[in-house]
């Protein structure tokens, strides 16, 4: 088998199916598929890792994308089976993920962290038994300020509102830049400009 100088993993987090395509929870879903139709990937569904994959070798090394439809709940899965069966180092992952903590259209990288109330991280963190991974996370805001946990939860998985849709494009275009810069620069450089910049 040939040797491959260096594996990347850029995993989106979502819920599977047409209902959920166009949510605010779906945005690391909607990331990764701008980003494979800007570089040329074909994303396949592969029972065996409970995703839809795609891998791709360039000269920077091999990259691999993962959606998990496991349902956001249970995402750790379909992930801890492809780093297992590709063996791909946890420092190669990031992880694409919503953020209601952040407003909308705002970007942070983070190299490790808490799941901070997201489900999709508390499920990777439980399978992969550590919290040192990469995470982009994409702001899609909260509703109003006096909103319960139910509003919260409501509003993720309601789609992005008719003001979001027009500047959706471009964020998920961000997106993927920076995705693209954790090709060529270590997690630190890529941070320091990403998160004075966005």
Known sequence: MEEVSKQYLFVGLGNPGKKYEMTRHNIGFLVIQTFAQQFGFTLVPDSKFKGVVAKKKFHL??????????????????????????????????????????????????SQGSAGGHNG????????????????????????????LDDLADYVLDNFSQDEMPHLVPFLQQGTSVLERLLTQDVATAMNFVNKNS
């Open 61 to 110: 090394g091999e990259i691999h994308l993962l959606l998990p439809t496991t349902f956001m709940n249970e995402s750790g899965q379909a992930v801890k089976r492809y780093v297992d069966f590709y063996k791909i180092p946890l420092s190669a992952m990031t992880v694409v993920v919503d953020d209601a903590d952040l407003s909308f259209g705002a970007i942070r990288l983070r």
């Open 121 to 148: 991280l508390k499920s990777l963190i439980s399978h992969l038994g550590t919290t040192q991974f990469v995470r982009l996370r994409m702001g899609i805001g909260r509703p109003a300020p006096k909103s319960s």
